[in-house]
């Protein structure tokens, strides 16, 4: 029944706004206009079509204002009256009272708001779909930012999200893709995504790794946490002085170098996804900004750390593989991956897949990101992979909404920016780092200490195994075993003190080279 509300809801909702004249009209058939004149009889549609989008979005709950949010960022898929409004969703969500936020922030602490700030902004400076932020000033001087939980916000998304589980599950069902498009595993990711949103403490302990990885990049700057003052509804962090990426005019005047920002842009990311398998997932607008201050002068601020997406090691060679595979326009190499991986049956034929996704992707390469439409390449790879059966991978969802993200970015930025060609150096220079003869090099290194603390104890770890046997009845070639067995401890003996005395070698002959002593 609660579902069964919560749907009668949205269906007024859609209604009461005008939203189904809204989508209904980009349909030109006669009997479709027809429909749209008999819907909306006797309802007063005053407002522009993009406030009512956006004021409906808002009215049905968190769920939908992130929609929102990430179609802002697609001004090529969207007329520019609806995409100006919804980019007022990212930071101008209206606010919870003051007074409540002031309740909350005591609740939480424990204590009077005075006792811990020497001034607290009453008004917010950012009112987004999960929490608001004031600024304030702590005892000790310091500038910070205080980032307040909105209220009730749990109920209201397990109750939309009871009912997309409901929906998966007769997707899934009813549909003939439901299995190929895993829509219950790609839900319970969102699930995941959005109650950890709703952890503050979980939020900052995002921004501390995020500010780890990427110090030393002098790219980006990542706000620190005051962790006596975080808690799961509140937390404080340092405040970040910067302007909004949108507000592009003020930053170029400012003196930003525009195209250097837009590749930055790129590196970050890419950073983040194939260095740490560890990103910043909500990058739209309104959690960037830039800094002007002298000391990091056109640097990116990131802001919001609630969503963040995680890859494995596997994730990430499979990725750069097909990336490296795209740009040299290697098709058949990219299908004998999608083959190699399991995501289309193992009977596919690789010349079939290979002519199909060159005729995707061969027209959009050396074009710039202005004359692309993502929307049109996901569209037809959506029509390639239902041909070839390829199942969807919930774990690359969240990639896949920050790779629109960026685009979206990117467009406003540099709208002649050659994604291609600047991500390409970058992945191969990771490609040699990870699998060449420096990445081996680099793994080895890393794993030296549990090597060397291993290789001693493998002849008493293979003694007490055949003991055990020799006790149990359970090996009868036990002495000959044995004979092996010290046979192997000499010739560990001998590898162990040669491998020392290798790398003894090496340091004397470095300590040599660095002293001088070397003729």
Known sequence: MRHLTRLVFIVLTVLRFGLDEVALSAFRQPWVRLLVRVATVGRRLDAPRGVRLRRALERLGPIFVKFGQVLSTRRDLLPLDMADELALLQDRVPPFPAAESRVLVEKA???????????????????????????????????????????????????????????????????????RLKPREVVAEFDGYLHDELDLVREASNA???RRNMDGLNLVLVPEMVWELCTHSVIVMERMH?????????????????????????????TQVFRDGF??????????????DPRTFGRYIALDFGIVGTLTDNDKEYLAYNFIAFFRRDYKRVAELHIE?????????????????????????????KDISLGQVLMRLFQTSRRFNVEIQPQLVLLQKTLLNIEGLGRQLDPDLDLWSTAKPFLERWMNEQIGWRGLLERLKNEAPRYAQLLPELPRLLHQSLQRGRTHGESPLLPALLAEQRRTNRLLQVLIYGA????????????????????
């Open 109 to 179: 602490f424990g204590r009077r708001i005075e006792e811990i700030f020497s001034s607290f902004d009453a008004e917010p400076v950012a009112s987004a779909s999960i929490a608001q932020v004031h600024f304030a000033v702590l005892k000790d001087g310091r500038q910070v930012a205080v980032k307040v939980l909105r209220p009730g916000m749990l109920d209201v998304i397990d109750d939309d999200l009871r009912l997309l589980h409901t929906l998966a599950r007769w997707v899934e069902r009813l549909s003939a893709d439901g299995k």
């Open 208 to 210: 501390a790794q995020l």
């Open 242 to 270: 910067g302007v909004p990426i949108s507000q592009l005019e003020r930053i170029r005047e400012a003196g930003v170098d525009i195209k250097k920002l837009a590749r930055d842009g790129v590196t970050i990311f890419f």
């Open 279 to 292: 990103f910043h997932a909500d990058m739209h607008p309104g959690n960037i900004q830039v800094s002007l």
């Open 341 to 369: 991986s399991g995501w289309v049956p193992p009977d596919t034929r690789v010349d079939a897949l290979e002519g199909a996704i060159r005729a995707v992707c061969e027209p959009h390469f050396d074009r710039p990101l």
């Open 500 to 519: 020392i005395g290798f790398v003894a070698g090496l340091l004397a002959t470095r300590l040599a080279l660095q002293l001088g002593w070397w003729v």
